[in-house]
């Protein structure tokens, strides 16, 4: 399935991955892609943290959604929301398809 990976910073990776790849495994696709430390995130889908031991589709994961990548450490919510917010306003089909899954 093709996921859409984001981070706080607003990079954007689109990967193609297995439905039955764990959360754990897909945390190291994560890393190389956005080169956050996989021992150093979080993965959110829908505002809901995705457990390690669980697979993306047993996680409610489907083909195009969007994942946010996050760094675990000092809560800086004020800098992520920006960083979210300016992202959608640049990008009109992600802040489309963000509209359609949360109405």
């Known amino acids: ?13 689109v990967v ?5 790849l764990s ?5 190291a696709l994560a890393e190389v892609e956005l ?3 996989a021992s150093g995130m979080r993965i959110l ?7 390690a031991s669980a697979t993306l589709q047993g996680s409610g994961v489907v083909q195009d959604d969007m994942l946010l990548v996050l760094r675990t450490g000092p809560p800086q919510q ?3 929301a920006e960083a979210i917010r300016t992202q ?6 992600t802040l489309q398809r963000v509209a359609a899954q949360n109405p």
């Open 23 to 27: 959360v754990n495994d897909f945390k």
């Open 16 to 20: 193609d991955v297995s439905a039955d």
């Open 78 to 80: 004020q800098d992520q």
């Open 45 to 51: 889908h829908n505002g809901r943290d995705l457990q």
């Open 1 to 13: 399935m093709r996921l859409t990976l984001t981070d706080e910073n607003g990079n954007i990776k």
């Open 88 to 93: 959608l306003l640049n990008d009109p089909a």
């Open 35 to 37: 080169q956050i430390p």
